[in-house]
Each structure stands twice: as structure tokens, then as C-alpha cells.
């Protein structure tokens, strides 16, 4: 149902009352369901800042840095399902900005950045603060347009939120000269009627049944899912396909929490031709398929090993993009549009046509997994049980699952060496249980998208691990939660290095790699809770302190002093 702009007003009213192009702004917002904005204030954005304050449906949220709002707006938007919104300041605002644009671009997570300009008539003149934003951002928006008058902004708004929602996701990006902000128009032009849902695409019926028949002559088939399947919210589809026909399941990074990792059919992190960031059961299965249903992913250089696409595979490619299709590996068979329509389209197609011999589970199938994964267990168990100081990180991990309700939680890493150290060991339970990143690989990003994780789903524990040198990037925003009241618990893997640069130099030469610090006190001096710990037996009590801090509505940051340990290999 549309929002009635009159409602709450006199009757009669509206029609000669003037509004703001500030207040039109946030009335749009506010009639999408936007429930906060975070960023920055400054240069285009005065007079929003001023409307919001006499919002109260909509929260305000001052951040440090523009970059965490991005990130915490970026948070919100992979865990809820729905835009996030910032704000930032023009000129150095917008430049902070970029690198959090950056991230979800390449993640394809859908935000939007009101992002302010100086006068229309200032342009090109130079003046403080100027930048030329379009051209900048350009590269990492999926839309963007400079409101150059107040009576365009309703349409903007739509044509942003439709945008936003459908489709692949990605920023927008609307430029506001404080000209146009600070104008009025009569209030009836600038009335605004929500887009207020997703449109879906659903793939040619002809495309399915192909489809159904390659899989149903498939002898051993198996799923890629992607984070596709996320925002698509195709996760039960992909379930009842991969049961129905006893087919094993893989994920991206950024698709992780799709399929249960404790299911039988369970791969856990995978990748092909080869994953550099998979497990051993994945590598293995994936070995010995003729045809592979990826979804909603987008075949990365680290997903496939950079090897050519093996002759006697068959590729079946379901995206919402066609643009992604035949962009790395061609398609033997390619199902364009939303996720969740087009499995939803082919296990119907599959129901219908698949034998009861063939709908029969394979028990060879489940064992061969079952093996599989005792075994790269097994690889693991050493580092996970480690008594060794500094610590294992692997066993930091390990404890965390041991301690957390993973059906509760919602588990967040870092750029680095946290990424394999927890996607490794870590087991996700729910659909976006789990939120994986890559792409750009933002170091400090998962500060800032706890937050937003936790502001989209509060009921659930919201837990991020982050290592010494992402955290020196963002850290002060632990203030912002602190301020904000919004408990996440924060997991610092402290090496006193860039573990991952400092791996990766051969020669032994480490230069520019060394950090010192103690950040649990740092912690304690932004009002958060801060705990030092060098024990590995005192992991699990000092996660058990730190919940009850949170149940106290207050922040809390564990430091563990933990040694660089490498990822483990698949082979």
C-alpha cells in the first residue's frame, strides 16, 4: 500500500504549503522504510541533517569516518535485504566515501550515498570542496545522477530505489547541490508515491527444461552457489534441489550461509576448476563432476584457479545478469533471472520429470562427503585443539563455534588472514548467518558492517574477528557502537603484523609489516568492553565475560595475541 504523504496533516493543508528539497528527501526515505542513515555531516547536507533530527522514525547514526558508514550501511543491506542509506559531506567526504563504494560495488550489495555538492552555481569555479563526484564514482555505482533541481527529486528517489532493489544490487549514488537541498517547491510536486518492493525476472520456460534435462542426465552433478542465492532469498529452493537429487553443494566466500554447512550434502567453500580459498572435500568432488548448476555467482580468478573450463563438464548458469553469462566460462545452458524464480522454476520442472529411481538418495554420494570431510577435519583438528602460545587462530575459531548458538549468531570476517582462518573452520547453520567478503577485500570493513548487521537483525549475536592492521584502519568507530548502543562483539586477532602481506614475501625480507599496540585498552578508552588474552584456555571464559557485556547492552572487544599461521592447503 502507498504511503499518503497528507497523512497526520490538516486537511486541506497541502496544498499551498511549501517543502524543502531536504524534506522531500527524508520523506522518501522514510515512506521506503529506510530505519536509519549513517555518515558524516558537512558541505550538501546541512539542511537533511536538520530534517532528520525532527524524524524520529528514521535514526541518526554520526560515524567517524564515512568510509565505516558505508560499511555499516553495507552490513545492514547483506543481512536485511533492503538498501542501506549514508550520507557524506562534499569534497573530502565523498573521497572518504569511496572506499566503502568500492567494497560493495564489487560485492554487488545495494546502497545508497546522498552524497552532498556545493552550489550548483560554484561548479567549476573551483570552490572549497569542490569535486567533480560523478566521474570519480562512477566506476563503482550501478547509478548515479546529480539532482540539479528540487521538483526532480521524487523521481530521482524512485528511479534509485527501483535501482536499488532489482536487479543486481550495487551503489547509487545521488549527487545534492546544497542549492537544491535548501530550495522549496509546493509540496504537492513533491509528493512521492514508495517503489516499496523488488521486481523479479523469471528465466525463458524453455531454458528450464533444458536445464532439467542436463541435470537429470548428469551422473554426478554438482551446485555452486553464490551470494545471488542470498539476495534472492533462494535458499530453500536450493535446498529441496539438492535433496531432491541427492547433488552435493559448494559456495562462494560472499555465498556462504546458503546451504546449511552441517547438511550431508554440504561442501562447505569450493570453487571451479579450482578454489584457492575451498576445502579438500569441495576440490575433491568437484574433480570428478560432469555438470555443474552454478548460481548467482560470478566465476572469480580466486573461484577458478585461473584454468580453462575442463571439455566433458557441462556449465548450467543461473544469474540475474545477463551480462554475466559467457563472461568467463560459456554456458552450455544459462537460466536468466532472479534466483529464487528461476530454482523455484526448475524443481518444479524436476519433480515433474525426475524417475523415482532417480529421486532415491545416492548413498555413494553421501558417504563419499562423509570421507571427505573427516578428512580435511582431520587436517584441522591439530590447529583447532593447539595448546600453543601465541595462539592458534584456527583454535580461536574453533572456540568460538564451540561457545556461540550458531542458529543465534551472525559471524563476520575481515580482510586477511581472518577471512581463511575462520571461513576455513567455521560452520554457518542460517541463511545469512554468515557474512563473507572479497571483492576488494576492504581491510577494517567488518567493524562497520557488524553494526550494520546488528541494527538489521538485533535480535541475533552479531560477532566480527579482525586483525591488528584492519582494526587500526576503522577502530575508532568502536566509539560509534559504544554511542550508538549497538553491542557486537569484536574478536581482534592480534599478530603485531599484516600477517597476509608478510606471508606472502618469499625472500624473507619483511619490510613495512611490523604494528605494535594494546587494543584492548583502546577499547576500554572508547567506553567499550576490552579483554587481553594469551591463554588458549582462557578463550572460551573470556568469551563468556564478554557476553555478558553485551547482554548489557555495551560493546566488548577480546584481544587475543595469536601467531601468523598460513591457510591450510586443499591438497
Known amino acids: 500500500m502507498f504511503r499518503d504523504l497528507t497523512e497526520g496533516r490538516e486537511p486541506g493543508l497541502l496544498a499551498g504549503e511549501q517543502m524543502l528539497g531536504a524534506q522531500a528527501i527524508v520523506e522518501a526515505l522514510k515512506a521506503e522504510g529506510v530505519p536509519f542513515v549513517a555518515g558524516f555531516p558537512g558541505q550538501g547536507t546541512e539542511k537533511i541533517i536538520s530534517v532528520l533530527h525532527d524524524t524520529p522514525e528514521i535514526q541518526s547514526i ?50 545508497l550515498l546522498l552524497q552532498g555538492q556545493v552550489p550548483q552555481r560554484a561548479l567549476g569555479t573551483d570552490a572549497t570542496q569542490e569535486m567533480d563526484i560523478l566521474a570519480a564514482f562512477r566506476p563503482v555505482t550501478k547509478w548515479q545522477i546529480r539532482v540539479n533541481h528540487v521538483e526532480r527529486i521524487p523521481k530521482v528517489m524512485r528511479r534509485a530505489f527501483t535501482a536499488l532493489r532489482s536487479g543486481r544490487g550495487g551503489p547509487v549514488v545521488l549527487e545534492l547541490p546544497r542549492d537544491v537541498t535548501e530550495a522549496e517547491a509546493p509540496a504537492d510536486k513533491l509528493a512521492y508515491r514508495p517503489v516499496g518492493r523488488r521486481y523479479r525476472s523469471a528465466p525463458d520456460p524453455e531454458d528450464v527444461g533444458l536445464a532439467a534435462d542436463i541435470l537429470l542426465g548428469a551422473k554426478n552433478p554438482v551446485i555452486y552457489a553464490g551470494a545471488g542465492v542470498l539476495w534472492a532469498e533462494a535458499w530453500q529452493e536450493l535446498l529441496a534441489i539438492a535433496e531432491l537429487l541427492t547433488i552435493p553443494v559448494m559456495t562462494t566466500l560472499n555465498g556462504k550461509s546458503a546451504f546449511p554447512e552441517d547438511h550431508p550434502l554440504s561442501l562447505g567453500l569450493g570453487g571451479f576448476p579450482m578454489s584457492r580459498l575451498g576445502t ?10 560432469d555438470v555443474l548448476l552454478a548460481v548467482g555467482n560470478r566465476f572469480r580468478p ?12 557441462k556449465l548450467i548458469h543461473v544469474d540475474v545478469d545477463p551480462c554475466e553469462i559467457g563472461k568467463v566460462y560459456p554456458a552450455d545452458c544459462a537460466l536468466v533471472g532472479d534466483a529464487k524464480l528461476a530454482l523455484g522454476a ?68 575481515d580482510a586477511g588472514f581472518p577471512r581463511g582462518h575462520v571461513s576455513h573452520v567455521y560452520e554457518s547453520l ?22 550494520g548487521a546488528k541494527l538489521a537483525q538485533p535480535e541475533l549475536l552479531v560477532v566480527h574477528v579482525i586483525g591488528d592492521g584492519a582494526f587500526g584502519m576503522t577502530g575508532m568507530d568502536l566509539e560509534t557502537a559504544v554511542r550508538c548502543r549497538i553491542p557486537i562483539l569484536t574478536i581482534l586477532s592480534n599478530n603485531s603484523s599484516l600477517g597476509i602481506t608478510k606471508s606472502v614475501i618469499a625472500d624473507g625480507k619483511y619490510h613495512m609489516v611490523e604494528l605494535t599496540g594494546n587494543y584492548a585498552q583502546v577499547a576500554e578508552g572508547l567506553g567499550a568492553y576490552g579483554e587481553r588474552v594469551e591463554d588458549p584456555d582462557e578463550i572460551g571464559p573470556a568469551i563468556y565475560r564478554a557476553l555478558d557485556e553485551l547482554a548489557q547492552g555495551r560493546p566488548a572487544l577480546l584481544e587475543f595475541i595469536t601467531a601468523p599461521w598460513p591457510m591450510p592447503s586443499i591438497k
Request: aromatic share 6%; proline share 7%.
Open 346 to 413: 526448475l524443481l518444479d520442472a524436476l519433480r515433474s520429470w525426475a524417475s523415482p529411481a532417480r529421486q532415491k538418495p545416492r548413498d555413494d554420494i553421501l558417504e563419499q562427503i562423509a570421507v571427505l570431510r573427516k578428512r580435511w577435519w582431520d587436517r584441522l583438528l591439530p590447529k583447532m585443539t593447539s595448546q600453543e602460545a601465541p595462539i592458534n587462530p584456527y583454535r580461536l575459531t574453533y572456540e568460538l563455534m564451540q561457545t556461540l548458538d550458531r542458529r543465534q549468531t551472525i559471524m563476520i570476517h
Open 430 to 451: 542460517i541463511p545469512r548467518g554468515y557474512l563473507g567478503m572479497g571483492g576488494q577485500s576492504e581491510m577494517g570493513w567488518s567493524l562497520g558492517a557488524a553494526m
Open 62 to 111: 554520526l560515524t567517524r569516518h564515512e568510509r565505516v558508514a558505508m560499511d555499516i550501511i553495507d552490513g545492514y543491506a547483506r543481512v536485511k535485504g533492503e538498501p542501506g542509506v549514508a550520507l557524506a559531506s562534499a569534497g573530502p567526504g565523498a573521497a572518504h566515501a569511496f572506499a566503502g563504494l568500492g567494497q560493495s560495488a564489487s560485492d554487488c550489495v545495494p546502497v
Open 280 to 289: 579438500l572435500q569441495a576440490y575433491e568432488v568437484a574433480k570428478e563432476a
Open 302 to 313: 580466486r573461484a577458478t584457479g585461473d584454468l580453462p573450463w575442463p571439455p566433458d563438464v
